[in-house]
């Protein structure tokens, strides 16, 4: 049984009023140190959720009811606001109170400091309480506490999602929506940084960053239940010609990534276990940064900002995407568009460079790349026992790829397709749009406009790989007869020449020099997509 690794602050300070002393220390701080932190050391996986309570009507259920100087709460008080009130302590007494029993330091002794939270927080009406408890329910150690923080939002929000453990994602969901009603209170990314460090202490590290500048609210920060890396990277994994791998079937998904004329395939059956894969390829260092939450693998440069780094895994979410760091500055990004959201890059405009990335099956990759290289089975980390094909109902994500659910809360979704639909998707500037596959598979071949910029959209027909190019003033067409089964085909410009779709271009048969550059795209499930693009444009069938 593996550990869940402890903060000292938790274990030396018990009681409250010296917990108040050091947060408002660390409120203002935090962050403050010179130069980068060092790398990250790998820590062992805690357990993948927290000690919660479970509410039941059932007295035999195993339900932690109360500690044993845990305070039943009462129903008698008088609201009467308090002058004095400060947010900031009503936010630490309840903190103190959940971590106190969730990490088994001072069972029972700081519990009553949480139900004193919640009950100052109700006779004020702090509505800054709201993010800090929602974000709490799924770690409540107890079912009463759980039901105090139940009451407490409830009376706070006007708001009634349920009362059960389970739904603490309505409430997130919900939440999610209306933050800009919800500022987070003074101190709160600090005490969240304080409660992360206590599953596992290379939160601290991570987090500094984030505690001196954070772009997005702290609460969708969550916690995906493994430490920093507790999903472990791929590091200049081994790689085989593909005649010496015995491992792959013909249907087997693989992200197939082309740099500089040299072409490498990242089976998903392996990617799945990962997610990450800091590679260097065409003689550039890349991250194959792969969300398997969200269905979205990206090929970022590892290179930004004058440095060359690694990425690995932070343990956080962010509306159910990953969010990976960097090892150089522990800058936490965002993995579905590159953007950091954490540290002093957020004040400009940067962005992760990325190349196309393509979703398509072992077969059709090789006989488009006979020469392509591929990912061994024999990555050093773990047996080839891990890496079923997906198709295996032992493989894993098994049961998750095959159900329409997400895993964690997705604040706002679209019903025009399913959530897990594979989408491919363009960004050029400002617009955004996603293409479904499968529309796409009907067609192969849409000539499209998105802002102001002509682009050939070429799909398979047969996988789900599909390549977009500029596409200038040409108006494209199939060549009949030529309508093979992959996307690297030859397609006809409007004054019958022949083009050849590669994977940098688009050329013109009969004069080679002429190309149309092939544009990065990436893929997603549907409900990631839309939830960071809300204004996206949408292709799909019967447009």
Not at 122 to 151: E, H, K, S
Not at 273 to 288: F, K, R, V, Y
Not at 363 to 373: A, I, K, N, R, V
Request: aromatic share 10%.
């Amino acid at each position: 049984m593996v550990k869940l690794m402890k903060r000292n602050i938790v274990k030396v300070f018990p009681f409250f009023i010296v917990w108040s002393i050091i947060l408002l220390a660390v409120v203002l701080g935090c962050g403050s140190g010179e130069g980068p932190p060092p790398i990250l050391e790998e820590k062992s996986i805690p357990p993948t959720a927290l000690p919660t309570a479970t509410v039941t009507s059932e007295p035999d259920q195993n339900v932690v009811d109360i500690a044993p100087d845990e305070p039943t709460p009462s129903v008698d008080t008088v609201p009467t606001p308090d002058a004095d009130y400060e947010s900031v302590v009503a936010m630490a007494k309840i903190y103190q109170g959940v971590m106190s029993l969730s990490f088994q330091d001072h069972a029972g002794s700081g519990a009553r400091y949480a139900f004193e939270g919640f009950e100052e927080a109700r006779i004020n009406n702090d509505t800054t309480m709201v993010p800090v408890i929602i974000g709490l329910l799924r770690y409540m150690p107890t079912a009463r506490m759980f039901d105090q923080a139940i009451l407490t939002i409830k009376e706070l929000t006007n708001q009634d999602l349920g009362s059960e453990i389970q739904d603490w994602s309505y409430w997130a969901e919900w939440l999610g929506q209306n933050l800009s009603d919800y500022p987070a209170p003074t101190g709160y990314i600090q005490l969240k940084r304080r409660f992360f460090s206590s599953i596992d202490e290379s939160f601290d590290l991570l987090l500094e960053s984030a505690t001196g500048k954070l772009v997005i609210h702290p609460f969708e920060l969550m916690w995906g239940g493994v430490p920093p890396d507790g999903i472990l990277p791929l590091e200049s994994p081994p790689n085989v010609e593909s005649g010496e791998q015995n491992y792959l079937r013909p249907d087997d998904r693989v992200f197939g990534v082309s740099i500089n004329g040299e072409h490498r395939a990242y089976p998903l059956r392996i990617m799945n276990a990962h997610e990450m894969a800091n590679d260097t390829l065409g003689s550039e260092p890349i991250t194959l940064a792969y969300c398997v939450l969200c269905g979205t693998g990206i090929a970022f440069s590892r290179k930004f900002d004058g440095i060359e780094s690694t990425f690995g895994t932070s343990g956080l979410l962010f509306q159910s995407n990953k969010v990976m760091y960097d090892r150089e500055t522990l800058t936490l990004w965002h993995q579905g568009n590159g953007q950091p959201i954490s540290g002093d890059l957020t004040d400009t405009d940067f962005r992760l460079d990325f190349f196309p990335t393509l979703l398509t099956t072992w077969e059709e990759w090789l006989e488009e790349h006979p020469d392509t290289t591929v990912l061994s089975i024999n990555t050093g980390v773990y047996p080839e026992s891990n890496y079923q094909p997906e198709a295996d109902s032992r493989s894993i994500y098994y049961e998750y790829f095959n159900s329409p659910d997400t895993m964690f809360p997705v604040p706002n979704q679209s019903e025009a397709l399913q959530p897990k639909e594979v989408v491919l998707t363009l960004s050029i500037g400002n617009v955004h749009k996603a293409y479904q596959v499968d529309a796409l598979n009907e067609v192969r071949l849409l000539n499209d406009t998105l802002d102001d910029t002509n682009v050939i959209v070429l799909a398979s027909g047969k996988s789900q790989a599909a390549r977009i190019y500029e596409r200038g003033n040409h108006q494209f067409s199939l060549i009949s007869g030529n309508q093979n089964t992959t996307a690297l085909m030859k397609v006809m410009d409007e004054d019958g020449k022949e083009w050849i779709a590669t994977e940098d271009a688009l050329i013109n048969s009969e004069s080679p020099d002429e190309k149309l550059a092939r544009i990065p795209t990436h893929y997603a499930f549907w409900f990631s997509w839309f939830s960071f693009n809300e204004e996206t444009e949408l292709y799909r069938s019967g447009n």
